[in-house]
């Protein structure tokens, strides 16, 4: 073992997180779940997350059985809902070829939908104690900090520079608890922002600290100026003050979650509702409007605000579903959808 590992493991004795959830019975399945949920969120806001989704899916069988809207309503909130699809897929794919259990070999557990090399690393260390390195951002930052590794860590060059330390680093025995305090010690420590070098196990020969280069590492991805999209969403009640939810393709933004039936405000909003819906709507007021900012654009959403006078049901459409405000919440529904909802009704959540 060497000296980095030697002293971040006798940090992590003394300050690590050693009770977090996905600790307390370390399953290959239930870190593989936590893994996923901590992709670019923070362990607070997982906490709640994780323990209402292995509560309603103890199992990996379990999530395989269910349906996709109600893994996506479970993740509402936590963004990232990719995440949620790769993960059900993943499941039902281990169900159908590996006899039910996640694979314990790096490779095959890599050909799994959203499942890259440093999560399979971090799955099969904390749980099965494979000598596995890990990449996650907090390990970026601080083997970028420590050794002085210039660049964006998405450049493949620099990129496999990192791995390389991350190898060297990586210790024979504790593996579980190395993969933790390397993850804790960029969460609490070596921050984004004004790290706590002095309280750091690793100061006294961090490259970066000695030249007093701490913010220059990592290097940020390249910026380019967001583009703006725009959007019009219909808040449409019928008179038994249930509200229109449509479920979005597949694919693209929010894939398979429900969200508001989205028009063009050049086209006159009771004709398209009339034409595409079947509705006969009332004279439509101004609703609420918020902007979303995603990783590649921002999103204005303004909204209108209509009764449906007649028809309760869409026509010829399965996409669509009148629900009642307390219903609403229990659906998988993009946060910004969600604000604009709280905005107009008062949610009851589940």
């Known amino acids: 073992m060497d000296s980095f590992a030697r002293r971040l493991l006798a940090w992590f004795d003394q300050y690590g997180r050693t009770d977090l959830p996905w600790q307390r019975e370390r399953t290959p399945y239930r870190v593989w779940v936590s893994e996923i949920m901590l992709q670019q969120t923070q362990v607070a806001t997982v906490i709640p997350y994780f323990e209402r989704f292995t509560e309603r899916f103890p199992t990996l069988a379990q999530l395989a059985e269910a349906e996709p809207d109600e893994v996506l309503a479970l993740w509402s909130g936590l963004g990232y809902y990719s995440r949620a699809r790769n993960l059900h897929e993943a499941a039902r794919q281990v169900a159908r070829g590996w006899q039910g259990e996640l694979p314990g070999h790096i490779d095959d557990l890599m050909m799994l939908p959203g499942i890259g090399r440093s999560t399979a690393g971090a799955i ?22 420590y050794h002085a590794v210039d660049g964006w860590p998405g450049r493949t060059a620099v990129q496999r520079q990192l791995w390389e330390w991350a190898e060297t680093h990586t210790p024979h025995s504790r593996i579980a608890d190395y993969t933790q305090a390397i993850m804790d010690l960029g969460a609490t420590l070596c921050t984004r922002g004004r790290p706590d070098c002095e309280a750091c196990p690793l100061g006294s020969d961090c490259q970066a600290r000695q030249a007093g280069t701490q913010a ?20 449409a ?19 398979g979650l429900w969200s508001l039936p989205e028009h063009d405000p050049d086209e006159s909003l009771l004709d398209w509702c009339r034409e595409s819906l079947g509705l006969e709507a009332s004279e439509p007021t101004v609703g ?55 905005a107009v009704t008062e949610p009851v959540d589940s």
Not at 240 to 252: A, E, S, V, Y
Not at 290 to 310: E, Q
Request: hydrophobic share 35%; with cysteine; net charge positive.
């Open 124 to 145: 099969l260390a904390q749980s099965l104690g494979q000598r596995q390195p890990i990449l996650d951002g907090n390990a970026k930052r601080v083997l970028a900090r």
């Open 216 to 235: 220059r590492y990592p290097a940020p991805k390249p910026r380019k100026t967001l583009p703006l999209r725009e959007t019009t969403m219909l808040i």
């Open 237 to 255: 009640q019928d008179a038994n003050g249930r509200l229109l939810l449509w479920r979005r393709p597949p694919t693209g933004i929010w894939g």
């Open 288 to 342: 609420p409007e918020i902007t979303h900012t995603f990783s590649h654009f921002r999103l204005t959403i303004s909204t209108v605000l209509c009764r449906a006078k007649t028809a309760t049901e869409v026509k010829d459409r399965g996409d669509f579903s009148w629900d009642l405000p307390e219903e609403l919440f229990q659906r998988g529904l993009p946060a910004p959808v969600r604000r604009l909802l709280e």
